[in-house]
């Protein structure tokens, strides 16, 4: 008979971060739980595909009807900003710091420094290249302050050059410290680091 405890502690393993210990723990955590308790986790995570969409414009995952989400079809934000982030927690980070009123595009990864990683770069410059019609544009690259942070940054940058002209790219300013990745970062120090942003 297939192990379901080990099953089910294999498919947590595949978590970002979770290690077979922890992913043992979520186990016999379930385990103590009531059964309507397990079946509704288990309803929520079937109905994440029907009822969470991807935002057509900056790509972030939410809850609504709709081809764009609040913040892309939110006519009072600035078009004429559009903030690069890696993740849509980052997103959500800079909404609480409640520090900008622009657009956002969510990369949906970073590079490390090995040559691995993925983000969304043919996404990227589609929107840049649609954001450019309507004039000139600002592009915020608030990326981690990591290796694999700078390291993206450098690519973006790359492929951004044959636009140069018609954008202003910037990033965070200081503030954030070295190793401090964006979604843990204080909603106080994201507001400064945004006010402190510097042309790259
Ligand atoms: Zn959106």
Redesign the pocket.
Same mark, same amino acid.
């Given at each position: 008979m297939t192990d379901r405890v080990e099953e089910l502690s294999r498919a947590f393993e595949r978590f970002p971060g979770i290690g077979p210990r922890q992913a043992k723990r979520f186990v016999y955590h379930l385990l103590s739980t009531s059964e309507s308790d397990r079946i509704r986790l288990a309803e929520l995570i079937a109905h994440l595909g029907a009822e969470v969409r991807q +935002?057509?414009? &900056?790509? /972030?995952f939410?809850s609504g009807t709709g081809e764009? +989400?609040?913040? &892309?079809?939110d006519t009072s934000r600035d078009d004429s900003i559009l903030m690069v982030v890696e993740k849509d927690q980052d997103l959500l980070a800079v909404e609480r710091a409640n520090a900008y009123k622009g /657009?956002?595009f969510v990369l949906g990864g970073v590079l490390t420094l090995a040559g691995k990683g993925h983000i969304r770069e043919r996404e990227l410059v589609d929107r840049v290249e649609r954001k450019i019609r309507n004039g000139k544009a600002e592009i915020v690259l608030a990326l981690s302050a990591t290796n694999e942070g700078e390291h993206t940054a450098d690519r973006i940058r790359e492929l951004l050059t044959p636009l140069r002209e018609h954008i202003t790219l910037s990033v965070l300013g200081r503030g954030l410290s070295t190793g401090s990745e964006l979604e843990y970062t204080d909603a106080e120090t994201l507001f400064g680091a945004l006010q402190n942003r510097k042309e790259t």
């Open positions: +935002c057509a414009s &900056c790509l /972030r939410w764009v +989400c609040n913040y &892309c079809s /657009r956002y």
